[in-house]
């Protein structure tokens, strides 16, 4: 008897045990993650099967349960999908698994460059770029028509504010208190010449180094209150997150705003429900970014999001290998026709299904070509909580002074002499 429950024993613990299950941490979508998750693991042979688990809406939010569960040593995360300006903070605490040097070139191939640079750290690429995101400025181009501006130039946040106000109609933008107005901030400083941060990569927090009272700083606070004492923003503005934006614009309240992408697939789905006419979409037009001054290309702000690989995971070669994967061009493609997300890859741009989808894709190509990351620092969360308490609301904004606030609020959290 003891002989044959040996065997048993030794039977059972010799037997296949299946392959890996990797688990992919995604950011709320359309479902189109858990497909690729479905093709990667088709893919793979049977060499692993991937698994999603779905983080909170908020980029914010996201980053608590990721940064609580790295810091317990979690093995449960294989990979994640991160937005771009928390990489830093990833790789500088540790929670990054080293990328071998066959997928980083696998990483820079048919990138778009901004993208790249925010999965970068310390001159090392931390991050795998999967999809890249950026704001367009668009317009309703039945009222743009008698406003005497040529569309098909460069134009400014003065000319713009100018012929909204005198058109009296409202230019949307984002001006709630939250990561999108940071966004906002960084995009006019870079615009001007300058950078939230001057020494990016500093690692003694007591060190970093702020622009915003610099004058590309100053310019940008002097455009946020230009643009609330104009009278053009629309009601509720102060709350005003990327969702209210797209809807004032398509209500046709607003013939400016700057947003993502994602509004022209929330119109074109509209007209498919027949809960929106065709020729509201048909009056959509679509530019890079507005420049802060006339001779000086914007720097439009880049989104997104990027893969890391956890580095308490039992299996970072095979979840590194998924991310090359996960990002080739087809599912890239796939990704942004589905789910209107833009791909990294700049060779998407160019397929007849993403251009079939979205016209203005070149514009995409060209504007993430511009862009420039949000400052990279592994003490972003700190910087960005600093640019929203003190730079809201917009309208209120006093460039010089405000500068002086933020600039003095931060650097006393950094320094751990105050909290946000």
């Known amino acids: 008897m003891v002989a044959v429950l040996a065997a048993l024993v030794s039977a059972c613990g010799s ?4 392959p890996p299950v990797l688990t992919w941490y995604i950011n709320p979508d359309d479902g189109g993650q858990a497909e690729i998750a479905r093709r990667c693991t088709e893919a793979s042979g049977g060499r692993y099967t991937i698994a999603t688990s779905t983080l909170p809406r908020q980029a914010s939010e996201q980053r ?23 990489v830093p903070e ?25 993208s790249v ?22 317009y309703r181009e039945s009222m ?3 406003m005497g501006l040529d569309m098909n130039q460069p134009v400014t946040w003065d000319q713009l504010i100018q012929a909204a106000a005198q058109a009296r109609t409202q230019f949307a933008a984002q001006g709630v208190r939250g990561e999108s107005l940071t966004v906002w901030v960084n995009a006019l400083t870079e615009s001007s010449g300058g950078s939230v941060i001057t020494n990016p990569g500093e690692t003694n927090p007591e060190l970093v180094q702020l ?27 102060p709350t005003a997150d990327e969702d209210t934006s797209s809807d004032t614009f398509q209500s046709g309240s607003a013939a400016f705003m700057v947003n993502y992408p994602f509004i022209w697939g929330k119109a074109t789905s509209a007209v498919e429900e027949g809960t929106l006419p065709q020729s509201v979409p048909d009056d959509y037009g679509w530019t890079i970014y507005p420049r802060t001054t006339p001779d000086r290309p914007s720097a439009p702000p880049l989104g997104g999001i990027n893969l890391g690989v956890g580095a308490f995971s039992a299996h970072p070669d095979l979840a590194y290998d998924a991310t090359t994967c996960i990002t080739r061009p087809d599912n890239s493609a796939y990704y942004m026709v589905s789910n209107g997300n833009p791909s990294s890859r700049l060779s998407v741009f160019s397929d007849p299904a993403v251009l079939a989808k979205f016209p203005m894709a070149p514009v995409i190509r060209d504007s ?41 609020l931060i650097t006393a959290v950094l320094r751990k002499e105050a909290l946000l």
């Open 144 to 146: 743009v028509a008698a």
């Open 64 to 86: 608590q349960q990721l940064v609580r569960r790295l810091a317990a040593n979690d093995s449960s995360i294989d990979i994640m999908s991160i937005d771009p300006p928390y």
């Open 211 to 237: 622009g915003l009272n610099a004058p590309p700083g100053i310019e940008a606070a002097r455009i946020l209150r230009a643009y609330g004492d104009a009278g053009i923003a629309p009601p509720g503005f």
């Open 368 to 408: 993430l070509t511009l862009a420039a990351p949000r400052p990279p620092t592994a003490y972003y969360a700190e910087v960005s909580g600093g640019i929203q308490r003190t730079f809201h609301p917009p309208g209120a904004v006093t460039p010089g002074a405000t500068n002086e606030a933020a600039t003095a």
């Open 117 to 138: 640079e925010a999965s970068t750290w310390q001159g090392r690429m931390v991050a795998v770029p999967f999809w890249a995101n950026t704001q367009l400025l668009w």
């Open 90 to 114: 990833f790789a500088q605490a540790g929670f990054l698994a080293p990328m071998p040097p066959a997928i980083e070139v696998a990483a820079r191939e048919d990138r778009v460059p901004s």
């Open 15 to 18: 037997a296949p045990a299946g």
